[in-house]
DNA sequence: TAGGCCATCTGGTCCT
DNA sequence: AGGACCAGATGGCCTA
């Protein structure tokens, strides 16, 4: 059942990893694409700093295919230097080894923008994505490394994983903000992803769970400090916490909430110290005092979410409880449910796990 | 301004 | 020989 999921998430880690053999195709017509516009600029921003090196790749010895060469290195058999030989540097060889870096460069621009589409790939297939916020290229590949590895052990064991464990597992190694989205994705995931959905499909039930599930991110007393902001990414840079139109693979629509919904919100998760496991971990009196809940939830007015839950806005949550207050969708507005292609693999999850 | 992330260039190395 | 791969250097962009 499982061996899907793999078949779906495997490839694109294999492809990111063995890309280089995929140069045909799509990759190919992008090469087109880049090396168009690309050659002309960088070209010239090549040629422009070509200009202190180019005696070194010379000297470095290509070029050996050049008939003066032969000569010229009998010539300096009685230097007194060893090592390379200096080629005398005709415009014709200068020429030939200008365009040889120029073909080099473009075919590494190549390589590399190859290298940047396998990586979009593998962020479509990991649990959070966002058009709007990517993650880092390093959080990527830590990302999918711990999905893997989680989706491995449910292999494994064959049955349903802790959920905080589960968490913990996704998010280890993480940047805090990459944690923080992740273990927020999968706090609004879980809904769908980890509890038992009566018939109707509007209620929700955590049995044997300490970990209750909310479609309200939850932000930890330390991730108020600056450096836990998702902001300290470029790519994780939003009003809303840093969740912007992420995609989480098998999230219920915000709409979809249930009315009474509220019930259920309890002590988050926290994950590598960024959130806590349970109430008796995290919610302490005091703790509970110092819970910052982001409304990233528009299943609810924010005014009415506000009114019901009594929440409020954390650092990041100051941002966002301003658009909150002006009864802007909050930060789900733009997050799309996930891609249709990958709903598959996560209700065999769900199967799975509720079974 | 510092720090993070990124794209690009570049030279070296390895492989076919 | 030429291409792929790699790592270092550099500079740009952005945010705190």
Same mark, same amino acid.
């Not at 988050?268 to 982001?294: K, L, R």
């Given at each position: 059942?499982?061996?899907? !999921?793999?078949?779906?998430?495997?490839?694109?880690?294999?492809?990111?990893?063995?890309?280089?053999?995929?140069?045909?195709?799509?990759?190919?017509?992008?090469?087109?694409?880049?090396?168009?516009?690309?050659?002309?600029?960088? $070209?010239?921003?090549?040629?422009?700093?070509?200009?202190?090196?180019?005696?070194?790749?010379?000297?470095?010895?290509?070029?050996?295919?050049?008939?003066?060469? +032969?000569?010229?290195?009998?010539?300096?058999?009685?230097?007194?230097?060893?090592?390379?030989?200096?080629?005398?540097?005709?415009?014709?060889?200068?020429?030939?080894?200008?365009?040889?870096?120029?073909?080099?460069?473009?075919?590494?621009?190549?390589?590399?923008?190859?290298?940047?589409?396998?990586?979009?790939?593998?962020?479509?297939?990991?649990?959070?994505?966002?058009?709007?916020?990517? !993650?880092?290229?390093?959080?990527?590949?830590? $990302?999918?490394?711990?999905?893997?590895?989680?989706?491995?052990?449910? !292999?494994?064991?064959?049955?349903?994983?802790?959920?905080?464990?589960?968490?913990?597992?996704?998010?280890?190694?993480?940047?805090?903000?990459?944690?923080?989205?992740?273990?927020?994705?999968?706090?609004?995931?879980?809904?769908?992803?980890?509890?038992?959905?009566? /018939?109707?499909?509007?209620?929700?039930?955590?049995?044997?769970?300490?970990?209750?599930?909310? /479609?309200?991110?939850?932000?930890?007393?330390?991730?108020?400090?600056?450096?836990?902001?998702?902001?300290?990414?470029?790519?994780?840079?939003?009003?809303?916490? +840093?969740?912007?139109?992420?995609?989480?693979?098998?999230?219920?629509?915000?709409?979809?909430?249930?009315?009474?919904?509220? +019930?259920?919100?309890?002590?988050?998760?926290?994950?590598?110290?960024?959130?806590?496991?349970?109430?008796?971990?995290?919610?302490? /009196?005091?703790?509970?005092?110092?819970?910052?809940?982001?409304?990233?939830?528009?299943?609810?007015?924010?005014?009415?979410?506000?009114?019901?839950?009594?929440?409020?806005?954390?650092?990041?949550?100051?941002?966002?409880?301003?658009?909150?207050?002006?009864?802007?969708?909050?930060?789900?507005?733009?997050?799309?449910? !996930?891609?249709?292609?990958?709903?598959?693999?996560?209700?065999? $999850?769900?199967?799975?796990?509720?079974?």
């Amino acid at each position: 059942m499982l061996t899907r !999921l793999f078949s779906e998430v495997l490839p694109d880690v294999q492809k990111l990893s063995g890309w280089v053999e995929n140069s045909e195709g799509e990759d190919s017509k992008t090469k087109e694409e880049d090396m168009g516009p690309l050659q002309d600029d960088d $070209l010239d921003d090549g040629d422009a700093r070509e200009g202190g090196s180019r005696d070194q790749s010379e000297m470095a010895g290509d070029d050996v295919d050049d008939e003066d060469c +032969g000569d010229e290195n009998e010539g300096e058999d009685t230097a007194e230097k060893p090592g390379p030989k200096k080629r005398k540097m005709t415009p014709a060889r200068i020429e030939r080894s200008k365009v040889r870096r120029q073909k080099a460069n473009a075919r590494e621009r190549t390589r590399m923008h190859d290298l940047n589409s396998a990586l979009d790939n593998l962020r479509k297939v990991v649990p959070c994505y966002s058009k709007t916020q990517k !993650l880092s290229k390093i959080e990527t590949l830590r $990302l999918a490394k711990n999905y893997i590895w989680a989706l491995g052990e449910i !292999l494994r064991n064959g049955k349903r994983p802790d959920v905080v464990s589960y968490v913990q597992t996704l998010c280890k190694g993480l940047s805090q903000p990459t944690t923080n989205l992740v273990a927020g994705c999968l706090q609004l995931n879980s809904r769908n992803f980890l509890t038992e959905q009566c /018939p109707d499909g509007a209620r929700f039930h955590v049995p044997n769970s300490s970990f209750s599930v909310h /479609p309200y991110s939850y932000q930890c007393p330390r991730l108020s400090s600056p450096q836990c902001q998702p902001g300290s990414s470029r790519h994780m840079r939003t009003h809303n916490y +840093g969740y912007g139109d992420a995609v989480y693979p098998g999230a219920i629509s915000p709409e979809y909430d249930s009315p009474d919904y509220g +019930g259920h919100h309890s002590s988050p998760v926290c994950v590598n110290g960024n959130f806590s496991v349970s109430q008796q971990e995290c919610g302490s /009196p005091d703790t509970d005092m110092n819970y910052h809940y982001a409304m990233h939830y528009s299943g609810l007015s924010a005014s009415r979410a506000t009114a019901v839950h009594g929440l409020a806005f954390g650092t990041s949550g100051a941002r966002s409880g301003s658009a909150h207050s002006e009864n802007v969708p909050p930060p789900f507005h733009d997050m799309h449910l !996930l891609h249709h292609d990958r709903t598959p693999v996560y209700e065999e $999850l769900n199967v799975l796990y509720h079974n």
